[in-house]
């Protein structure tokens, strides 16, 4: 099924729209900047963030300018985190092509990022709406908060999957709940409305990001990123998580602790990843989703009469859940 062309279906041209002011945002005249920033854009994406929010906005009332300078801000926010996440982590890859931080160096990486993250701010000041803002704003701090409890969590000896929600609330769930929330809010919702679509907005990212755990324990081409990446970085992630808390093999449980010192190798990974998928870490991870999808169901039933944007939002769901990459 092709889910992303019935996604787009109601909010086309409005998605056309998003593109080209977000593609005006990322274009400078200075040579190394530019430059920059043109790397960035020519990653694309499929849009699925500033998508959300075009089709809550469009639930609850109409796409306005507000919307989409919000969606833009929104999108830039992100485009920042992640050009200095690439920073952070060391990263040279990101999406199948050179991180900025791989093509130009560390310093170039953090001010693009800097320079991308202040273009955000312009672009939800256009709004004119104090809420929308100050939600962005705290967006920001909560993102960069999300990365310091990771940081902070590779230390942590505990393995918890509290520890593992705590993280991803705070990194992708928090983004998705604010594109929800602030298209609800820039469409015409109400505070109710509003705080509904943002719970919608944070099982879609909590979603979203168990996939993407689940991605790491797969050679693939498309992900970008070699099978047991996470682990590298120091990252135990739900399916590890259970499987470590639901067996009793002492010597899986002293790789777990490897990880979090970093001083696992390519070996010991490939053994702590089939360890996983021999120990139902995929399937408790798929349960999982099939949770959090079974509430968004239950929003969009409830919440969203218009069936074309019903059939968007339910082919969102179903995409997020089944993508492979």
Excluded: W
């Excluded at 940081?151 to 769930?173: F, G, H």
């Excluded at 168990?210 to 970085?233: A, H, L, Q, V, W």
């Amino acid at each position: 099924m092709d889910y992303l062309s019935i996604i787009k279906q109601p909010i086309a041209k409005d998605l056309d729209d998003f593109i080209a002011l977000f593609s005006q945002s990322l274009t400078h005249d200075d040579g190394m900047l530019g430059s920059a920033l043109n790397h960035i854009r020519q990653r694309g994406g499929k849009r699925m963030r500033p998508i959300l929010t075009l089709l809550m906005a469009k639930n609850y009332g109409k796409i306005s300018d507000v919307t989409q300078n919000s969606a833009v801000g929104l999108e830039l926010l992100h485009t920042a985190s992640l050009v200095h996440d690439d920073v952070v982590d060391e990263s040279s890859e990101r999406r199948g092509q050179a991180s900025v931080n791989a093509s130009y160096n560390n310093k170039v990486a953090v001010l693009v990022g800097d320079y991308i993250l202040s273009t955000a701010l312009l672009h939800v000041s256009f709004t004119g709406h104090q809420r929308i803002i100050e939600y962005l704003a705290e967006l920001g701090r909560t993102l960069a908060a999300g990365e310091i409890l990771q940081l902070s969590n590779i230390q942590n000896q505990e393995i918890s999957e509290d520890v593992y929600y705590q993280v991803i609330q705070q990194k992708t769930a928090a983004l998705f709940e604010a594109c929800a929330a602030i298209g609800a809010m820039s469409g015409g919702a109400t505070e109710e409305e509003m705080q509904e679509a943002k719970q919608f907005g944070q099982y879609l990212g909590i979603m979203f990001q168990i996939r993407d755990d689940i991605f790491d324990y797969f050679d693939s081409k498309e992900i970008g990123k070699p099978t047991g990446n996470d682990m590298t970085e120091g990252k135990l992630t739900l399916p590890v998580i259970y499987a470590l808390n639901n067996t009793d093999f002492e010597a899986m449980h002293t790789l777990a602790k490897k990880v979090k010192s970093g001083t696992i190798n390519a070996d010991e990974i490939a053994v702590l990843v089939e360890f996983t998928k021999q120990n139902g870490g995929i399937e408790y991870a798929e349960q999982k989703m099939s949770e959090f999808s079974a509430l968004c169901m239950e929003y969009i039933n409830h919440h969203v009469k218009d069936k074309a944007i019903r059939d968007s939002l339910t082919a969102y769901v179903d995409y997020v859940v089944q993508r492979n990459y």
